[in-house]
Every structure is written in C-alpha cells, then in structure tokens.
C-alpha cells in the first residue's frame, strides 16, 4: 500500500537532477553570492539540483589533464593548477571539445582516472536565464503504479528554401566582418572569393568554417596543457612533479646536431640533439632531443638563431650536470 507514495517520492527527486544544456557563455560561482570559479561554454550539459531565486545549483563534471591538478582546497581533495586557468572537456584528450575554462585554485572533485586524464565534478551555482531544460517526464497514475510519458518533443522547424544545405562551400559578396556569435564583436574579415564552409544557422546568421594558412611563429596555444609561464628552474627545482609537462618556449640554438654520448644518462646513446638556451631572457641550458621526423629541419637551423619550441619535458635536472632535457615537438625560427 506504501508503493505508490515512494515511487512518487523518488520521481519527485530525480526531477530535481533535470538534465539542462547552457545557451551562452556563463560565469560559475561557489555560491550565490560568491566570486566567479569557471566560465561554462554554450552547449555544455549540466545537471540541475535545485534552484534559489534566480540562481540554479548544478553539477558539471569533465575531463582535466593531471599536470593541470593540484592539491586540497577547502573540503574539496583536489583543485586546479595553472595561473592562466585550465580547460575541462568533454572526454580525454586534447583536441576534445571544451565544456569549461575553471580558473586556479578551483576546487574539484575526482570520479575516476583514465591515463593522463582526470574526470571530475563541481557543483556550483549558474543564472537559471542561462539554462534550457530538457522537456520533462509526464507522469500519470494507473492501477496502482505510476507510468512515466515522454512529453512530445517540438516538431522540428523547417529550414528555409533560401537555405543552401550545409556543407557547401559559400564566398561572400563583398568584404565582410566575421564575428563572435550573432551580433557578436567582430573578430576579422573576409574579402570576396574566399570559401567558408556553413555549419549551422541562426536567424539571418550563418555559422562558417575558414581554412587557410598562417605563419608558425605567428600564433600561441590556447590549450592550457602546454604552458608558458613554466621556467627551466622550475624544471630543476621539480624534475619528478614537470615530467612530462608540455612548454611552448622562445629560445635561441647554441649548437649544430650532436649525438650523445654515455655520460648523458637520460638521453640514449647517439641520439641527436642541440643545445640550447633560454627560455626568453633566462640564460639556462637546455639539451632538445629531436626525434627522427624533425632531424632534417633542425640540421638546417644554424647556432645562434632564435625559435619557438614546444617541447615535452624528459627530465627537469639531468645526470650528471643538471641540464634540462625535452623532447621537441615543433620547432620555428623566429
């Protein structure tokens, strides 16, 4: 006699775990009226607990790559490590979508690990304005028992005649802004004859993909894995916890290609390298080992020419003087 009462009990709650999708860029606070933690990408998926005023207390969970984390803060075990911030995305890997920009010394939560990567969980507060809750479950009663009715989803709208379907290539018309979003700050150009690629449509705006090419040397990473703030003495000062962080660095060749011999331990015997110094105006010694596809390249750059490396750590203080090692990923001159 007591069935129907708990089933409705329990439906009651997990209505208030409402799966919710964010429709723009949005500030996370700790607490109502607490300082910004995160700022949530639009279409990142929430879970919605329960809502205060015009505020609604939800849970966003992610992946962060571990070089990222660091040690407790407040109640929480975890926290995030990286002064420019550190991005949380949807699965583990680099190139996967960001859900998340969360801000240093964000606490967290772990759910699990998988390789370099940890998923984790906040829950945190978000202006309910900023919310689109999925359609609710109808509920009816029957013969004692409760029946849960999907409610009918909208019918979709029809796309225009006008429209070109996406995927075929678009030039504009004339010179034009590309912007942010609709309305949005503008953020380059694009001349006539150029082909954009349409991805998606909103109103009398359509959402385009550019290709071309720029120069190396003229751009820097957005992905928080690889840093920049990270000096080759924090390398020495922390060879085990820098193992394996990625840098992206200006630094100037000192040698031609060498290949090393017994007495560098962390390097394999002939495996070429140049030295290097830097990063920017620290006047440290580095040994980049270059990997087989880069040795062409690197033989071409001459001693003394400046460049831009991203590089993966090896080892922060290697035997027997304590130089750096890391292993190139790209390298450009300047």
Known sequence: M????????????????AQATVTAPTELRAA?????????????????????????????????????IGGRRDSFPMSVRAPSGARLRESPALDAPTLANLR????????????????????????TTRLRTEPAPETREQAGSVETVQAPA????????????????????????IRLAPDGDSIGGIRPGAVVVPLARDRDWVR????????????????????TRVSAADLRADPDGTRGVIVRWNV?????VQRADPLRRELAENEPYVIARGP?????????????????AVSSIAPLTNVV??????????????VPILDLVSIVRR
């Open 2 to 17: 007591y069935v129907v009462p708990v089933l409705l009990a329990l439906l009651t709650a997990s209505s208030l775990f």
């Open 154 to 177: 909208p019918p979709p709208t029809p796309a225009r005649a006008t429209d070109p379907p996406i995927g075929n290539g678009l030039t504009p018309t004339r010179q034009t802004a």
């Open 104 to 127: 240093d010394g964000m606490g967290l939560t772990q759910v699990s690990r998988r390789g370099e990567w940890v998923r984790v969980r906040r829950v945190a507060w978000i202006p």
């Open 208 to 227: 385009v993909r550019v290709e071309g090419w720029v120069r190396e040397n003229e751009l820097q990473t957005l992905d928080t894995a690889v840093q």
């Open 32 to 68: 109502p009226s607490g300082a910004p933690i995160a700022t949530v990408r639009a279409g990142t998926e929430v879970r919605v607990r329960d809502r205060r005023g015009a505020l609604s207390r939800i849970t966003l969970e992610g992946y962060i790559h571990r070089d990222l």
């Open 280 to 296: 920017d105006t620290e006047s440290a010694l580095l040994y980049l080992a270059i990997p087989p596809s880069m040795l062409d």
């Open 309 to 322: 490396i991203t590089a993966r750590v090896r080892t922060g203080r290697s035997s027997p003087v304590g």
């Open 252 to 256: 100037q060749v000192l040698s031609p």
